[in-house]
């Protein structure tokens, strides 16, 4: 008998048997994508506040757009006004207006925050002067030490280093970790930034985790906070949830979008097909 054949037939070698073997992917239920979800967003906000009371220096916080993360982090400096000093900063930041930034909000009890400004990860000098201002070390000094003299709003000539005793709070919507696997030119760096933070995804990847996202956000009362009732709520998320594929997005903008063409009256879905769909 040929090697390699048992007597009651062909003989099934482990890699064979792994090759035939088919793995079926179980989806998670609703249910569990919501507890997820909230242990995401709930880490968030008391990352958030940590990093605010000064507690923690660093955070990144990143995931999708729309899904509320800015909207947690900016109730939690409100909820703070007048003990801290936060400073929010959206769109282009250069070096050294960067390094303005971080000099103005140099003392403890300042808190930055970039939200929508991740021009600052796609260039090398900022990146180093932010790495400084994150360390982890007990005294993070930055350094300026260009030919370029810059001046602070009252015309005071800016030194060439300081100590940096603020915090910071990223929000971004670039996943660190998929740049770094992903080979990304500026990848040692962003592998920088997450060894000297807490680095926060939110756990927003496939469009039942969107869904689930709107439905948990809705049901705090997003829409009655702007006059709407439980069955215009439930209407609204239904129509998200029919369409879910042909939608321009999936967002809290959209919700707020397609509440605004039913607070127009008519035939709200009709208008909704028309501009927020592909």
């Given at each position: 008998?040929?090697?390699?054949v048992?007597?009651?037939?062909?003989?099934?070698?482990a890699r064979?048997?792994?090759a035939?073997?088919v793995?079926?992917?179980?989806?998670?239920?609703?249910?569990?994508?919501?507890?997820?979800?909230?242990?995401?967003?709930?880490?968030?906000?008391?990352?958030?506040?940590?990093?605010?009371?000064?507690?923690?220096?660093?955070?990144?916080i990143?995931?999708p757009?729309?899904?509320?993360?800015?909207?947690?982090?900016?109730k939690?400096?409100?909820?703070?006004e007048?003990?801290?000093?936060?400073?929010?900063i959206?769109?282009?930041v250069?070096?050294?207006?960067?390094?303005?930034?971080?000099?103005?909000?140099?003392?403890?009890d300042?808190?930055?925050?970039?939200?929508?400004?991740?021009s600052?990860f796609?260039?090398?000098?900022?990146l180093?002067l932010?790495?400084?201002a994150c360390?982890?070390?007990r005294?993070?000094?930055l350094?300026w030490?260009s030919?370029?003299?810059m001046e602070?709003?009252?015309?005071?000539?800016?030194?060439?280093?300081f100590?940096?005793?603020?915090?910071?709070i990223?929000?971004t919507?670039?996943d660190?970790d998929?740049?770094?696997d992903?080979g990304?030119?500026?990848?040692?760096?962003?592998?920088?930034?997450i060894?000297r933070?807490?680095?926060?995804d939110?756990?927003?990847?496939?469009?039942?985790?969107?869904?689930?996202?709107?439905?948990?956000v809705?049901?705090r009362g997003?829409?009655?906070?702007?006059g709407?009732t439980?069955?215009?709520?439930q209407?609204?998320l239904?129509?998200?949830?029919?369409h879910?594929d042909d939608?321009r997005?999936l967002s809290?903008?959209?919700?707020?979008?397609?509440a605004?063409?039913?607070r127009m009256?008519?035939?709200?879905?009709?208008?909704?097909?028309?501009t927020?769909m592909?």
């Open positions: 008998m040929p090697r390699g048992a007597k009651s037939g062909v003989r099934m070698t064979r048997r792994a035939n073997t793995v079926e992917f179980q989806r998670p239920s609703d249910a569990e994508v919501l507890v997820r979800l909230n242990d995401s967003f709930d880490a968030m906000n008391t990352m958030a506040l940590a990093t605010c009371l000064g507690v923690n220096k660093t955070l990144i990143s995931g757009a729309g899904v509320g993360k800015s909207y947690g982090v900016m939690t400096l409100d909820d703070l007048g003990q801290k000093l936060g400073t929010v959206k769109g282009y250069r070096p050294t207006g960067l390094y303005k930034l971080l000099y103005e909000n140099r003392h403890e300042c808190v930055l925050v970039f939200d929508d400004a991740d600052i796609a260039d090398d000098v900022s180093n932010l790495k400084a360390d982890m070390t005294t993070r000094r350094s030490l030919e370029t003299k602070d709003e009252d015309g005071e000539r800016l030194p060439r280093s100590e940096f005793e603020g915090s910071i990223f929000i919507n670039y660190f998929d740049l770094i992903r990304n030119r500026l990848a040692p760096h962003f592998q920088a930034l060894s933070s807490h680095y926060l939110v756990g927003i990847k496939t469009k039942q985790d969107y869904v689930v996202r709107l439905r948990q809705v049901s997003m829409l009655r906070e702007e709407f439980a069955e215009q709520e209407d609204i239904a129509f998200i949830e029919r879910q939608l997005e809290l903008r959209m919700v707020l979008k397609i605004g063409l039913m009256g008519g035939d709200w879905e009709k208008l909704a097909r028309a927020c592909r």
